[in-house]
């Protein structure tokens, strides 16, 4: 029974079912949620003001890389470097590559990755760029779907 927690500028969207997907970084100890897993969510989880939104059966898992532009995406041969993408607010965004079964990566579209950010509950793919930024400069994780 997986819990999520979810920021509490997400929390609306999720109680009331618009926000049907969330993206999470891998966990360190290796745990990961599957198709068919309860997922449980939450905002303000380990604070006083911690609030149930809801339940879901999860229905899909793929995996997601967010590479900045300018790198090169990881265990990818070089035939399939990304070139850098300028979406239109002028911020380089990143490439969001879920992985099809076979684990041949999909690089999307700037019209995909601004698909799926307003899924996510973004603007745009640059939005959720800043929000995924990591120092290391590649987020590794996970498109969970309920």
């Given amino acids: 029974m997986p819990s999520l927690n979810f920021k509490v500028q997400f929390a609306p969207a999720v109680e009331l079912g ?9 966990r360190k100890d290796g745990r990961q949620i599957v198709p068919g897993d309860t997922l449980h969510f939450f905002t303000g989880m380990r604070t006083k003001g911690c609030r149930k939104l809801g339940q879901a059966v999860c229905r899909t898992v793929d995996r997601v890389v967010i590479v900045p532009a300018g790198h090169d995406i990881p265990g990818m041969p070089t035939v399939y470097r990304a070139p850098d993408v300028m979406f239109p607010s002028g911020i ?34 640059a939005d ?14 996970s498109l969970i779907t309920w």
Avoid at 128 to 141: I, N
């Fill in 18 to 26: 618009h926000k049907r997907c969330t993206m999470r970084a891998d």
């Fill in 92 to 125: 380089t965004a990143p490439f969001l590559t879920p992985t099809l079964p076979l684990g041949v990566p999909v690089i999307l579209s700037e019209r995909e990755c601004d698909e799926l950010a307003r899924r996510d509950g973004f603007v745009c793919a």
């Fill in 128 to 141: 959720l760029s800043r929000f995924f930024w990591v120092p290391a400069g590649v987020f590794k994780g």
